[in-house]
């Protein structure tokens, strides 16, 4: 069965200072990975996603994913938060799982809280 | 963002009501979904439609039931519902190509956070 798997539940981190957001995943198809944000009373928003070609994404608010398939990982990094940055980060996974058609697959997610 | 829309975004609601959530995506997407959101749960996707046919169904209680009359418009009809189905209802769309070979991204709508008393 495929999964997602976000390591930290909670994560609390000062202004101005690096952040990594774990996820891992795993799968026996190949997939395509994504990165969305939940500000509070919101919907989700896509922040970044890995389709194919350069394993290093970015968005345009400073936030960069790595797709590591060997690791089956792709972790969530900022080098300088701000308050801004407090949300729900989100990692799901896609691909031709059972049934025949693509299908989105979340984790849990992790409450990033950027403190002043 | 407002490709796509979701009324009301607040609703409370008895066990014995019916109610509809609407989903409008400006998009020209061909695939529409539900999801549920309740606390410390993962995203939980209920229903897909694909070019306007319904293509899963994830074992949701019949006290949910979906429509989807055309691709910009998607409802979930709500009745006798119990306590534990108030959660955040997400409704997303994206583009799919037939056969499904890639997944295009979803966009969501802001939600309707449901309370059942």
């Known amino acids: 069965a495929q999964s997602v798997t976000q390591l930290d539940s909670q994560v609390p981190v000062f202004e101005e200072a690096p952040v990594e957001l774990r996820c891992n995943y795993s799968?026996?198809?190949?997939?395509?990975l994504f990165w969305y944000v939940q500000y509070p009373n919101q919907g989700l928003q896509l922040l970044l996603k890995?389709?194919?070609?350069?394993?290093l994404v970015e968005s345009i608010n400073g936030f960069e994913a790595e797709f590591n398939k060997s690791q089956t990982s792709f972790h969530l990094r900022k080098p300088s938060v701000h308050i801004s940055d407090t949300a729900e980060y989100f990692c799901?996974?896609?691909?031709?799982?059972?049934?025949?058609?693509?299908?989105?697959?979340f984790g849990a997610g992790t409450r990033l809280a950027v403190h002043p | 963002e407002t490709g796509v829309t979701q009324t009301p975004r607040h609703l409370v609601m008895g066990m014995t009501n019916k109610k509809s959530l609407k989903c409008e995506q400006h998009l020209g997407h061909n695939a529409m979904y539900w999801y549920k959101q309740s606390a410390k749960k993962p995203l939980e996707l209920m229903f897909v439609?694909?070019?306007?046919?319904?293509?899963e169904n994830n074992s949701v209680p019949s006290r949910f039931s979906p429509e989807c009359p055309n691709s910009s418009h998607l409802f979930l009809h709500l009745h006798t519902l119990q306590p534990e189905d108030s959660a955040l209802y997400l409704c997303?769309?994206?583009?799919?190509?037939?056969?499904?070979?890639?997944?295009?991204?979803?966009?969501f709508g802001p939600g309707t956070r449901l309370l059942v008393l």
């Open positions: 890995y389709l194919s070609g350069s394993t």
């Open positions: 439609y694909n070019f306007k046919e319904q293509t």
């Open positions: 997303a769309s994206s583009q799919e190509l037939a056969g499904g070979r890639k997944q295009e991204t979803q966009y």
């Open positions: 799901a996974v896609s691909g031709m799982f059972s049934g025949g058609y693509n299908k989105l697959i």
């Open positions: 799968s026996s198809v190949s997939v395509y």
